[in-house]
């Protein structure tokens, strides 16, 4: 059978697509096969369609093994009926008979119809994978589709593939609706069955420290590197950092001029209070930074990755925060379990370990007024 108009078609696809003639034939292939054997051979034999861009031509073959026995199983003739197509046919051999299909341009068309759409499907889903497997852990700038049972739906990319943020992955208090340009963090490409979808967060501690990348040279360039974060979305995060040049000061690196840089951040935020902690390889000292913008007296080890932080009785509630909130926040960030207690409580447990000698100076502007979130882990950048 030619059939020009059908192999031009899957020219224009390919074209427009991208998706290469022969995934389209061979799929049609089998496609047309089946469809013709359930509808006019059943168990009486295996179709085969044979179809050529080059000459345009689908050919159908009817395919039958020749048998001797009682009853026929999928795809059998029986010898003497095998005898009347071929006069020197035995058994055991494979007769292939072209035929001419019946209703041909009705079975085809919704045959072609069904296998162009699952394959379109299946290269959009291939297509997302490959584009979005490599951008796990980045940001991506999108526009918010729709808002559905609590589920946003994100335009990303050039192809304009559907990001999901789910209700876990959004800020409290954020606001999305249609049409809103935001930033996102790519947690993971998943692909379930047909379809793929490219998960996404704003929650995330790692869509943090993405950002201060964007705004810090030195965060983007590894001079200043991210020790830890501990975060409490739309509320505060506490960053810890470091760096090996002694030269640089981490801390005013990542606040800029005037605190641009972490107001730039801040701002991407909807306000979250940030706390910016130089990282220390005492954990007792850590655990002192960490406890920002409170003062910290002292720290003692009370058993393992479990410690005593002593604070000024009036600090006490600036070191705890509301709801427990900045200790809280300083044991994930430090991963230790941490006990804070005023001056008074702590005479009586003659405690003795790290001396902050700086306990009687008000935290700096960036430990002090920088913000902080929360994660059930204590001090790693996840992307959960």
């Keep these: 059978m030619v059939n020009k108009d059908f192999f031009a078609a899957l020219a224009d696809l390919e074209r427009e697509k991208g998706i290469g003639q022969e995934v389209f034939i061979e799929a049609l292939s089998n496609a047309l096969a089946s469809a013709y054997k359930k509808q006019f051979f059943g168990d009486a034999g295996n179709v085969e369609v044979r179809l050529n861009p080059e000459k345009n031509t689908i050919r159908f073959f009817l395919i039958q093994t020749v048998v001797d026995g009682d009853e026929l199983n999928d795809g059998e003739i029986y010898l003497e009926d095998a005898q009347m197509k071929k006069k020197n046919a035995k058994v055991g051999d494979v007769l292939t008979e072209e035929f001419v299909p019946k209703d041909f341009s009705r079975i085809a068309a919704q045959t072609a119809k069904q296998v162009i759409l699952q394959k379109l499907h299946e290269t959009e889903r291939d297509n997302t994978l490959s584009e979005f497997s490599d951008k796990e852990g980045e940001i991506l700038s999108g526009l918010v589709r729709k808002v559905d049972m609590k589920n946003v739906y994100i335009e990303l990319g050039k192809g304009q593939i559907e990001g999901l943020l789910l209700p876990q992955d959004q800020v409290p208090g954020e606001?999305?609706?249609?049409?809103?340009?935001?930033?996102?963090?790519?947690?993971?490409?998943?692909?379930?069955?047909?379809?793929?979808?490219?998960?996404?967060?704003?929650?995330?501690?790692?869509?943090?420290?993405?950002?201060?990348?964007?705004?810090?040279?030195?965060?983007?360039?590894?001079?200043?590197?991210?020790?830890?974060?501990?975060?409490?979305?739309?509320?505060?995060?506490?960053?810890?950092?470091?760096?090996?040049?002694?030269?640089?000061?981490?801390?005013?690196?990542?606040?800029?001029?005037?605190?641009?840089?972490?107001?730039?951040?801040?701002?991407?935020?909807?306000?979250?209070?940030?706390?910016?902690?130089?990282?220390?390889?005492?954990?007792?000292?850590?655990?002192?930074?960490?406890?920002?913008?409170?003062?910290?007296?002292?720290?003692?080890?009370?058993?393992?990755?479990?410690?005593?932080?002593?604070?000024?009785?009036?600090?006490?509630?600036?070191?705890?925060?509301?709801?427990?909130?900045n200790a809280r926040l300083a044991a994930r960030l430090t991963g230790w379990k941490i006990d804070v207690k005023s001056e008074s409580a702590a005479e009586k447990m003659n405690l003795e370990g790290y001396q902050d000698e700086s306990a009687d100076v008000e935290p700096s502007l960036a430990e002090a007024e920088l913000p902080v979130s929360e994660e059930e882990t204590p001090a790693e950048i996840t992307e959960e």
């Design 175 to 325: 606001r999305y609706n249609a049409g809103d340009k935001i930033k996102v963090y790519v947690k993971r490409v998943r692909s379930g069955g047909r379809n793929a979808q490219v998960m996404v967060s704003r929650a995330a501690p790692g869509f943090v420290k993405r950002l201060f990348e964007e705004e810090v040279p030195e965060i983007k360039s590894g001079t200043v590197i991210v020790k830890s974060i501990a975060r409490e979305p739309g509320h505060r995060t506490k960053m810890a950092i470091s760096t090996d040049d002694a030269r640089i000061d981490p801390v005013g690196a990542c606040v800029g001029n005037k605190g641009a840089r972490v107001n730039a951040v801040v701002a991407e935020l909807g306000g979250e209070k940030i706390d910016i902690i130089l990282w220390s390889e005492n954990p007792l000292e850590f655990i002192a930074k960490a406890l920002s913008p409170a003062t910290v007296v002292s720290v003692t080890q009370i058993g393992e990755k479990s410690a005593v932080a002593v604070v000024p009785d009036e600090k006490l509630s600036l070191a705890i925060g509301r709801d427990g909130q």
